[in-house]
């Protein structure tokens, strides 16, 4: 009995203690808010621990690894052809972009091309890849601000892209489509008709989000001057993809080192904004979906016959050796590093993903905002968790 | 600015689709009631072929979450020719596919050098007790006959049509 009160009263002397902290806390001047990790606005298990006095953010520390899932090691147990069906996972809204460039340093150490023909249809899907990913970001960034409507347009137009990349490759999300020296399967009969009608809905999309949020004046005032990052500060940090291109920095793996996909062959041009605020990084997503949109129409005119494989063993093992390669995915540079000590699984994969250095700026990017804008600037440079934590 | 403030022209932006949505009707599928209707190649469920299968093994190595599982037996089947001697073939016993692992990533299908296992788009296989996910050989079997025929390629393709085998 007498232990039991001992601890009644012990636990009444934490409680008080605690409410004196409590206390002490609040006559401090600083106040930590914790956003996340259950956060709507962190898509996923984010969580950025805030030092808050008033209304103005001190600093901010973004905690990850909610949702690692381990797949550099994963990589290691699976052979080449497995290891495609997982990296899928890492960006899930623009999932064939993830597999590209994986396939593209297998390719590179295995000394074989895929035909022109796979190369083709690779870039067609990497830009609708690219395209289904950001029409969600352009209506996403709306909800952030409290606007419902543009989410709704994005996800019915998002679903136009994803039934052309489910009815090519099989799946919606996770296509797993690409293979070392081409592709799994031939586009079926019909679909450049139905692409290019579902991209003209893409440029609808577009063009209502030019009227709907660009030329909003709430939004303007909400994203304008917010988050400013200068160039020199976007490239110390790393930052690449759309969010580097909004800086005012011309920079674009696409057009600078398209090696094994067929960029070269159209005519298109790289966005930049100068201003390198949230509405500045919002505009140039916009502009790079109708830009994808062009690339891809220019594509679908000039697919050249042939084989969509080039031969490769039936067995693949990979020779001894390691390769880097990158390219511009929707969220910016994304890089595979393997290597291969010439068995049937690599030795080593490491993963460039292109939202954990994006994300990596926000500690100084959110210092001396204030807390409404927290949110606007987390949302305008759009990462995703699962890129972030692999 | 403009001439029209872009309030005002947002706000036109959703009146026309209120219109649209009026008049032709929302675009949203109401699933119990009505079904959409996933392209051929969709990835929905494994259909096996048992006739083909030689219980080879090559898919339940291949995949990469260990979800397929084969048992079988040597037998002894009548000679092709009459006359000859009886030749030996591999018995399927079991073929299980526990869908409570399967990441749909399609390789056992595409590894499977008999034609055995074929994709169908049938999604509606849920289940109350995630134990009745694993789908035997008749379970898989039955899905045979919503597999639909491959589809002919675009033009200036270089691949040959196949064909799916049926009963």
């Given amino acids: 009995m007498t232990a039991i009160s ?3 009263q012990l636990a009444y002397i934490a409680a008080q203690a605690a409410d004196a902290r409590v206390n002490v806390e609040l006559e401090a001047e600083g106040m930590t808010l914790n956003i996340g990790p259950q956060h709507p606005a962190t898509h996923g298990t984010l969580r950025i621990v805030a030092r808050l006095d008033g209304e103005q953010v001190v600093e901010a520390n973004p905690v990850m690894g909610y949702m690692h899932r381990g797949y550099e090691k994963l990589a290691e147990v699976r052979t080449y052809p497995q290891v495609t069906a997982l990296i899928n996972r890492i960006d899930w809204l623009g999932s064939f972009a993830n597999e590209v460039p994986f396939i593209l340093a297998c390719e590179q150490l295995m000394g074989i091309e895929a ?8 870039t067609i899907l990497f830009e609708m890849a690219r395209i289904a990913n950001i029409t969600l970001f352009l209506g996403d960034m709306g909800v952030q601000l409290g606007a419902v409507t543009p989410i709704f347009y994005a996800f019915r137009d998002r679903e136009h892209i ?10 919606r999300f996770h296509p797993n489509f690409d293979r070392i020296g081409g592709l799994k399967d031939d586009l079926p009969a019909g679909w450049i008709e139905e692409t290019k009608r579902s991209l003209r809905e893409i440029h609808k999309f577009c063009d209502q989000m030019d009227d709907l949020i660009i030329g909003n004046e709430i939004f303007q005032a909400r994203t304008r001057n917010i988050g400013v990052i200068p160039p020199d500060v976007a490239l110390s940090y790393g930052l690449s993809g759309p969010n580097l291109r909004a800086s005012g920095v011309d920079w674009d793996l696409r057009r600078d080192s398209p090696a094994g996909l067929a960029y070269d062959q159209v005519d298109w041009r790289v966005w930049t904004h100068p201003d390198g605020d949230s509405f500045a990084r919002y505009w140039v997503r916009l502009q790079e979906t109708r830009e994808s949109c062009k690339i891809v129409e220019q594509l679908l005119d000039s697919i050249p016959a042939g084989p969509i494989m080039a031969k490769v063993p039936r067995i693949i093992k990979v020779p001894e050796g390691e390769a880097f390669v990158e390219t511009e995915n929707p969220l910016g540079v994304m890089g595979y590093y ?4 010439g068995g049937l699984e690599p030795f080593r994969v490491k993963i460039r993903s292109a939202s954990f250095s994006n994300m990596s700026i926000s500690p100084w990017l959110l210092k001396g905002a204030y807390v409404p804008d927290v949110i606007t600037i987390l949302a305008s440079l759009y990462f995703i968790l699962g890129d972030i934590d692999r | 600015m403009g001439l029209v403030p872009g309030l005002i022209t947002g706000l036109g932006v959703t009146f026309k689709e209120i219109i649209k949505t009026v008049t032709t009707g929302a675009e949203t599928v109401q699933y119990p009631h009505e079904k959409e209707d996933p392209p051929p190649r969709a990835r929905g469920v494994i259909a096996l072929h048992q006739e083909n299968c030689t219980a080879c093994m090559l898919c339940v190595r291949e995949c990469p979450d260990w979800c397929i599982f084969i048992e079988g037996h040597k037998t002894l089947a009548p000679p092709r ?5 009886p030749r030996t073939v591999n018995a399927l016993d079991r073929f299980d596919i526990d869908y409570g692992l399967c990441m749909y990533c399609g390789i056992c299908v595409e590894v499977c050098p008999f034609d055995a296992i074929f994709w169908s788009p049938e999604y509606e296989y849920s289940e109350p007790r995630i134990a009745d996910l694993l789908h035997d050989k008749t379970r898989l079997s039955q899905w045979m006959e919503t597999v639909p025929e491959y589809e002919s390629y675009e033009a200036g393709s270089a691949a040959k049509v196949k064909k799916v085998p049926r009963p």
């Fill in chain 1, 6 to 8: 001992d601890r009644r």
């Fill in chain 1, 115 to 122: 035909p022109p023909r796979a190369q083709h249809i690779r």
């Fill in chain 1, 162 to 171: 994803l039934n052309q990349i489910e009815s090519a490759t099989g799946g």
């Fill in chain 1, 338 to 341: 393997v290597v291969s000590q």
């Fill in chain 2, 81 to 85: 020719r009459t006359g000859g001697k």
